[in-house]
């Protein structure tokens, strides 16, 4: 079902304090800001190998990745995986019993079909179905 990691989602208070260590330090290219409203984040994403890191700001106090650095701070805030087709792949999680955040696929960044279950399901990783149709 899952083709590969599509993103690792972090959480930064500040995208471009971030985005010093992901270029300078790590050597990363910025490939991409985009803001996505439905989800109150602003994302950067930066290509490494075959999947991204996606760095992760909040654009309202009650957005997830606010909640999330209020409760947890900066860190990794969920692993994104690559399928095919997320209505199936909800389908196939509900099915298994797995406890979903969302019922239906929601518009991600790039224009990705995205879902999530609730890490509560999955072992305390917030994982997020991403289809990429290129
Ligand atoms: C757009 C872009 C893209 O890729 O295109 C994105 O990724 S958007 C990325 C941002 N959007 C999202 O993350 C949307 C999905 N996330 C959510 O709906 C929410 O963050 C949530 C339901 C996972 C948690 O909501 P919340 O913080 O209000 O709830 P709580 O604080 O009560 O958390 C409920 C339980 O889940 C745990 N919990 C909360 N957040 C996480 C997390 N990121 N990873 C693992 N566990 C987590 C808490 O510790 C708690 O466990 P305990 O009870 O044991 O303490
Ligand atoms: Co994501």
New binding site residues.
């Given amino acids: 079902m899952i083709k590969k990691i599509d993103?690792v989602?972090i959480a930064v208070k500040s995208i471009d304090k971030a985005l010093k260590l992901y270029t300078d330090l790590y050597g990363l290219e910025l490939a991409g800001i985009e803001v996505?409203e439905d989800?109150k984040?602003k994302?950067a994403f930066l290509p490494l190998g075959d999947s991204e890191i996606?760095l992760?700001e909040a654009t309202d106090a009650n957005?997830?990745?606010a909640?999330?650095i209020e409760?947890?701070g900066e860190g990794i805030?969920?692993i994104?995986f690559r399928v095919e087709n997320v209505e199936k792949a909800l389908k196939q999680a509900k099915e298994k019993g797995i406890r979903l955040?969302d019922e239906k696929p929601r518009y991600?960044?790039?224009g990705?079909k995205?879902a999530?279950l609730?890490?509560?399901s999955t072992q305390?990783?917030?994982v997020?179905f991403?289809q990429r149709d290129e």
């Fill in positions: 993103h989602g996505v989800q984040v994302t996606e992760l957005s997830a990745i909640k999330f409760k947890k805030q969920h994104a955040i991600g960044a790039g990705a995205i999530f609730h890490p509560k305390g990783v917030l997020e991403c």
